[in-house]
């Protein structure tokens, strides 16, 4: 075994097989673990190892293979940028790219940049600690083996924790039938033929899952959604790319990798529902974004329903930051629904009623409402009456019993915070991550370091912009940072930010969200917190945008590492 690169000589021993010594752990395969294995090796820091805890790289993408499912941002900026070949290489099959699809491409990315010998695969886990003395963190792995390394990179993704609420657990325990979570879904499909199938939970996954499992793709059955709340969701508008499409993003790749980086959310096709600011193929003809919901009279906004239907509901700037105008447009999406879905009390019930717009992550779908006029598709509202307990056969509410052959929960994920909390992560002096945020929620120093965990890196960390955008784009930019910090580390102890620069930058995150519909009191999101019952009500992601947030991270490294101290 070479010795640690970084590690300073007679730190750490190596007279155990079942330790490995390294100069850097990194923390899951999905698109953060692989580019940051890549990037860390091409920085020339080799000794570098990643845990994955699946078979597989791909991360979300390797979990989450539950039917429909597929990303919501264009396929050809949900990609890898730091390659020019890989990005002419790679092409797209359509807008918003299936599952299987994002997985062959992660494939083809481990491949192609040799990524494999770099990965413990099969590998969970269970505690990583920091030993103050040496200076070094151990984490500990279901296999038995340790990872002693000088820096902890987590690359665990900010919705890869599943919500396991407790008819979960009773699900599990007494369901005579089959129990999924969409997060967890089998490599090989079941065969739903005959069956009576419940999904649970109406968010991106079960609006995802349903059109396709009740249009039979496994297997013709009757499939009953269990609805506790309504979601506004849109039309995806997911199409095939068109070899003129393709070709003329690859044309621009230049221009629009340069768009993203310097935008808010890290889209570039931003504008693609107005018209493409480099493709003429995708155009709707639509209102552009600027104009107001508040200029037009009732008269014009029932003309532009007419006329786009659900479309015309996102193209108003002012639905974000007014209410009365929120409300406008609320009501325009309960006409729209009540017009596609024929039974009017499915409408009503499917009609979101008590939370604005916007304030919560935008769903979009294929066809989630024409399912419900499906003659094998049923609503229960849980609003009359909600879930008290699985059963041998089914579920148990208290506007009746439902008898099912599978349940389906797409009940979501303790979200970016249950990621890093389950690795029970110890730092100085005992402190633990969980018992930190338990709380207050979580502080972090830019979503990238922690006060009281040295030399350990979050890659997408709370408080950083993350879910707030297409994530491709802020992986790559924390893990071009995170590797530039670890070579300017050589010879150097240990980073660490302040209390001061990291209280600072939690006061920043909680204030540039004052006045958006994000922190409503009416919402519930995960962005919140509010799906995990005990959760802290923080809103996590910083809100800034990506554009001005690399700028401060770059500015902070200019000034010398500001608001980190290093030994
Ligand atoms: P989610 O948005 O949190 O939705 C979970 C659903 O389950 C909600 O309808 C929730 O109801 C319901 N639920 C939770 N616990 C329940 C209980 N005990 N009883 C009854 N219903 C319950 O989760 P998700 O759909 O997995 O999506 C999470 C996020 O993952 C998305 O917002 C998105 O960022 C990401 N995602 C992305 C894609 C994509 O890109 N295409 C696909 C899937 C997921 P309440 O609303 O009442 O809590």
């Not at 955008?469 to 995170?482: F, L, R």
């Amino acid at each position: 075994m070479s010795r640690a690169f970084l590690l300073q000589p007679n730190k750490t021993s190596n007279n155990n097989n079942n330790e490995q010594i390294l100069d850097v752990c990194i923390i899951g395969a999905g698109f953060s673990g692989m580019y940051q294995l890549h990037k860390l090796r091409s920085s020339n820091v080799q000794n570098v190892k990643v845990i994955e805890a699946g078979s597989g790289v791909g991360g979300t993408w390797y979990w989450n293979r539950y039917p429909g499912c597929r990303c919501d941002v264009p396929s050809v900026e949900y990609s890898y940028s730091f390659n020019e070949e890989l990005q002419q290489d790679w092409t797209w099959t359509e807008m918003m790219a299936p599952q299987p699809e994002i997985e062959k491409y992660a494939n083809h990315v481990a491949d192609r940049f040799k990524l494999r010998d770099g990965i413990d695969f099969n590998t969970k886990v269970m505690k990583v600690e920091y030993n103050e003395q040496e200076k070094i963190w151990y984490t500990y792995t279901d296999t038995n083996k340790t990872y002693k390394s000088k820096f902890v990179i987590t690359c665990v993704g900010c919705l890869s924790n599943p919500n396991l609420p407790d008819i979960y657990h009773q699900s599990a325990a007494n369901f005579k039938g089959t129990t999924i979570h969409t997060g967890r879904w089998p490599k090989k499909n079941p065969d739903f033929s005959g069956k009576k199938v419940c999904i649970i939970g109406t968010g991106s996954s079960g609006i995802q899952t349903l059109p396709e499992v009740a249009n039979g793709k496994l297997g013709k059955c009757e499939v009953t959604v269990m609805q506790r709340t309504p979601q506004y969701t849109l039309p995806a508008n997911n199409h095939p790319l068109s070899k003129e499409y393709v070709n003329n993003t690859k044309k621009n790749y230049d221009r629009i990798r340069k768009f993203e980086r310097e935008s808010a959310a890290g889209i570039s096709l931003v504008d693609y529902l107005g018209g493409s600011i480099y493709s003429p193929d995708v155009q709707l003809p639509l209102p552009p974004i600027e104009d107001n919901i508040m200029d037009l009279n009732e008269d014009e906004r029932l003309a532009l329903l007419d006329k786009y239907g659900f479309e015309v509901i996102r193209k108003f700037a002012d639905v974000r930051v007014s209410e009365k105008a929120n409300k406008i447009v609320q009501d325009l999406f309960a006409k729209q629904v009540k017009r596609v879905v024929k039974d009017p009390v499915t409408a009503e019930a499917l009609t979101p009623k008590d939370y604005p717009l916007g304030c919560k992550r935008q769903v979009i779908d294929t066809n989630f409402f024409e399912a419900f006029n499906l003659p094998n598709v049923k609503l229960v509202d849980l609003t009359k009456g909600k879930i008290s307990a699985i059963t041998a056969n089914g579920v148990e509410t208290e506007q009746g019993t439902f008898d099912f052959d599978v349940i389906i929960f797409a009940v979501g994920f303790d979200a970016m915070t249950g990621p890093l909390t389950s690795l029970n992560i110890h730092g100085k002096n005992g402190q633990t991550i969980s018992g930190n945020w338990e709380k207050e929620g979580p502080k972090t120093y830019l979503g990238l370091q922690m006060v009281g965990f040295p030399n350990l890196f979050t890659v997408t960390g709370p408080g950083s912009p993350s879910v707030l955008s297409n994530m491709m784009v802020s992986i790559e930019q924390h893990v071009d940072w995170i590797s530039q910090t670890i070579v300017d580390m050589k010879g150097k102890e240990t980073i660490e930010p302040t209390v001061e620069a990291q209280e600072k930058w939690v006061k920043h995150v909680n204030d540039v969200t004052q006045g958006s519909m994000l922190v409503n009191p009416s919402c519930n999101s995960w962005y919140l917190g509010a799906n995990i019952p005990g959760k802290p009500r923080i809103f996590m992601p910083y809100l800034g945008g990506v554009g001005a947030y690399r700028e401060i991270c770059n500015e902070v490294r200019k000034e010398g590492y500001k608001g980190f101290q290093i030994s």
